[in-house]
């Protein structure tokens, strides 16, 4: 039944990307591709699908990871506050109209801001020599809460113009997606996935309990730095990439672990590769669903994922880690 099921997984992954880049809003043949085409498809589908798929592989590992290291199962990468920092450090730059770097200012303030709260959390977090899953969670929530209120003043008292670029942003905007933009972005995911599956053994013995991985030989605190570390690259590499992505963090893992268990040495990179084919599908269905007036892929995920996480709740077997 298992190869089955990733028989089924492998062929989703198959047909999304393909899909994503030569379909909706108009098809593309790829065997028959005339100056025009080539130009929407190597200038704008190709750079916005591997954006799409480098922001959704980051948040799928971190979410997986994520919900792990705090053994909650309603973890997700932006209950630490990541996401509300880089929403905030974006947002006022967008609202200010500064540009100081070009099309490179946005995705470098977002995240800077994103680091920067991860370093607030990981000081909350910290007692008696590490960080504890329960502090981490709680300092996480407490600077969203904050963050996010600071982003609504900030929203309500700015002028009308430049409001709809900076809303449009805080719900996941791929249109900005260029090729330029992809090395940086790239290098943090890359460096987070690596530390997150060379340290995937240590995460099943703390998915465990701090007791048992100890008496395994691993280092809690230290695991748990590194882990907290990988996550919070990839969620701000993710952020600034392209905005606030949700639910594929949360619910990602959760479909994984139905088809290729609870070992984080698979499920970590079956998350990456979930998370990057769903983003890819919430792309294409947002770009084509009311064309030519575009969807943020933020929303289309929440629409997709809100019934089928509700539904996953219901399966108690299911929703576990």
Same mark, same amino acid.
């Given at each position: 039944m298992s190869k089955i099921r990733i028989s089924l997984l492998l062929l989703v992954l198959i047909l999304v990307l393909p899909g994503s880049l030569f379909l909706a809003p108009k098809v593309i043949n790829p065997f028959a591709l005339d100056t025009t085409e080539k130009s929407i498809l190597f200038s704008i589908r190709f750079p916005r699908v591997v954006v799409a798929f480098l922001m959704g592989m980051a948040l799928g590992a971190s979410g997986a990871v994520l919900q792990g290291i705090l053994r909650n199962p309603l973890a997700d990468p932006y209950i630490l506050g990541i996401s509300?920092?880089?929403? *905030?450090?974006? +947002?006022?730059?967008? @609202?200010?109209? #500064?540009?100081?770097? !070009?099309?490179?200012?946005?995705?470098?303030?977002?995240f800077g801001g994103a680091i920067f709260v991860s370093m607030l959390v990981g000081f909350?977090?910290?007692?008696?020599?590490?960080?504890?899953?329960?502090?981490?969670?709680?300092?996480?929530?407490?600077?969203?809460? *904050?963050?996010? +209120?600071?982003?609504? @003043?900030?929203? #309500?008292?700015?002028? !009308?113009?430049?409001?709809?670029?900076?809303?449009?942003?805080?719900?996941?905007?791929?249109?900005?997606?260029?090729?330029?933009?992809?090395?940086?972005?790239?290098?943090?995911?890359v460096l987070g996935l690596f530390i997150s599956f060379f340290r995937a053994k240590a995460l099943n013995a703390l998915v465990l309990g701090d007791e048992l991985a100890h008496s395994l030989g691993f280092s809690v605190h230290r695991e748990r730095l590194l882990l907290f570390l990988s996550i919070s690259l990839m969620t701000a590499a993710s952020v600034s990439l392209g905005g606030i992505i949700g639910f594929i963090g949360l619910l990602i893992p959760h479909i994984m672990r139905f088809f290729v268990g609870a070992d984080s040495r698979v499920l970590v990179p079956a998350s990456a590769l979930g998370g990057g084919a769903l983003l890819c599908m919430a792309d294409l269905i947002g770009r084509s669903m009311m064309s030519p007036v575009e969807i943020p892929s933020g929303i289309v995920t929440a629409i997709i994922g809100s019934p089928y996480f509700l539904y996953l709740l219901r399966r108690k077997d299911v929703l576990s880690i």
């Open positions: 509300s920092g880089a929403s *905030l450090s974006a +947002a006022a730059w967008i @609202l200010s109209g #500064s540009y100081f770097l !070009g099309k490179f200012t946005i995705p470098l303030v977002a909350f977090g910290w007692k008696r020599g590490g960080l504890w899953p329960e502090r981490l969670l709680l300092a996480g929530v407490g600077l969203s809460f *904050l963050f996010h +209120a600071v982003l609504m @003043l900030l929203i #309500s008292i700015s002028p !009308g113009e430049r409001l709809g670029r900076t809303i449009f942003w805080i719900f996941g905007d791929l249109s900005i997606a260029d090729w330029s933009l992809i090395p940086y972005g790239l290098m943090f995911i």
